[in-house]
T-cell receptor, first 108, second 115 residues
Framework: RKEVEQDPGPFNVPEGATVAFNCTYSNSASQSFFWYRQDCRKEPKLLMSVYSSGNEDGRFTAQLNRASQYISLLIRDSKLSDSATYLCVAFTDYKLSFGAGTTVTVRA | GAGVSQSPSNKVTEKGKDVELRCDPISGHTALYWYRQSLGQGLEFLIYFQGNSAPDKSGLPSDRFSAERTGGSVSTLTIQRTQQEDSAVYLC?????????????FGSGTRLTVV
């Protein structure tokens, strides 16, 4: 079983729309969680950390539910520049474990 | 340097040949990681270095794969007798704080194609 499972999408949304997607993780000992963004043929870059209390970074909201081992990301007022693959990441001990990614395409 | 540097950026090799991939981490970062990303897949962990030692090599797919790190800095990933299934993007990351998950920086990767 993969450590992090994600809905691959793709999510195809118009500009201005809200899009939400999630992932689950299998290791209850995982200590911290992140969303990374990966553009086509580029390296992953940190988008934001995820906390149980929920956190926002501009148009992005992330939430962690430790009881159900579930992580979500919501993007409000989507921009064309939000088109990318979003990677759900769990950190355990010293290692980042990545989901396969959710592809989001924002259309004009 | 300012970021994690990997070379070459692209490598095409014939099946059966050996290849060496290089990673130059951010200066002062003690932790270094190699990951592999096949087409349409997530990142697959290969190996973790803390300084020059590798406490976790569990992700190396076979004994054809090896890695070393010298001087607590540059790392080389070597693949012997390459196979077509080795074709992937090999990503290196370094971190100054491997105990938290924060502060990871990835290089732009080496795209390996085995023909």
């Amino acid at each position: 079983r993969k450590e992090v499972e994600q809905d691959p999408g793709p999510f195809n949304v118009p500009e201005g729309a809200t899009v939400a997607f999630n992932c689950t993780y299998s290791n209850s000992a995982s200590q911290s969680f992140f969303w990374y963004r990966q553009d086509c043929r580029k390296e992953p870059k940190l988008l934001m950390s995820v906390y149980s209390s929920g956190n926002e970074d501009g148009r992005f909201t992330a939430q962690l539910n430790r009881a159900s081992q579930y992580i979500s990301l919501l993007i409000r007022d989507s921009k064309l520049s939000d088109s990318a693959t979003y990677l759900c990441v769990a950190f355990t001990d010293y290692k980042l474990s990545f989901g396969a990614g959710t592809t989001v395409t924002v259309r004009a | 340097g300012a970021g994690v540097s990997q070379s070459p950026s692209n490598k095409v090799t014939e099946k059966g040949k050996d290849v060496e991939l290089r990673c130059d981490p951010i200066s002062g970062h003690t932790a270094l990681y190699w990951y592999r990303q096949s087409l349409g897949q997530g990142l697959e962990f290969l190996i973790y270095f803390q300084g020059n030692s590798a406490p976790d090599k569990s992700g190396l797919p076979s004994d054809r794969f090896s890695a070393e790190r010298t001087g607590g800095s540059v790392s080389t990933l070597t693949i012997q007798r390459t196979q077509q299934e080795d074709s992937a993007v090999y990503l290196c990351a370094s971190s100054s704080d491997p105990g938290t998950g924060y502060g990871y920086t990835f290089g732009s990767g080496t795209r390996l194609t085995v023909v």
